[in-house]
């Protein structure tokens, strides 16, 4: 019987990553709503929420890195700052930024959880490669 090591991955990261793309399309379509309700000038708001939407959809790639994580924060805020453009999106942003906030806590304690799991041996099968 083949067993593959595969390395284990991060529950935090997952849950990030998630969140990130979910929050991309929201800023899409809070973008649309600017632009419907002509909040600034049209090409300002395109800049803007274009440009969040692709920083919010790209950073998964970079999760796990150094101050990947900081960055999160910094979007999340982004985020809520399209309030002023879309008053809905200061609830909304808050919203997902607490969602942010469960994702980072609640990860990294699964993510410990397993690291302590695993070295207590205790997932160890007894089963030898041959």
Do not use: H
Request: aromatic share 14%; proline share 2%.
């Amino acid at each position: 019987m083949e067993t593959m090591n595969m390395k284990s991955k991060s529950v935090k990261r997952m849950l990030g990553s998630i969140l990130l793309a979910f929050e991309a399309f929201i800023a899409f379509f809070a973008t649309l709503v600017a632009f419907g309700l002509k909040a600034a000038d049209g090409p300002l708001v395109w800049t803007v929420g274009l440009t969040l939407s692709f920083l919010l959809i790209l950073t998964p790639g970079i999760l796990g890195r150094k101050y990947s994580y900081a960055w999160g924060w910094l979007l999340q805020a982004a985020l809520i700052a399209l309030g002023f453009w879309v008053v809905a999106m200061f609830y909304i942003g808050a919203l997902c930024a607490c969602l942010w906030a469960w994702g980072m806590i609640a990860g990294g304690t699964i993510d410990k959880a397993r690291a302590a799991y695993e070295a207590s041996g205790m997932g160890q099968t007894g089963l030898e490669e041959k």
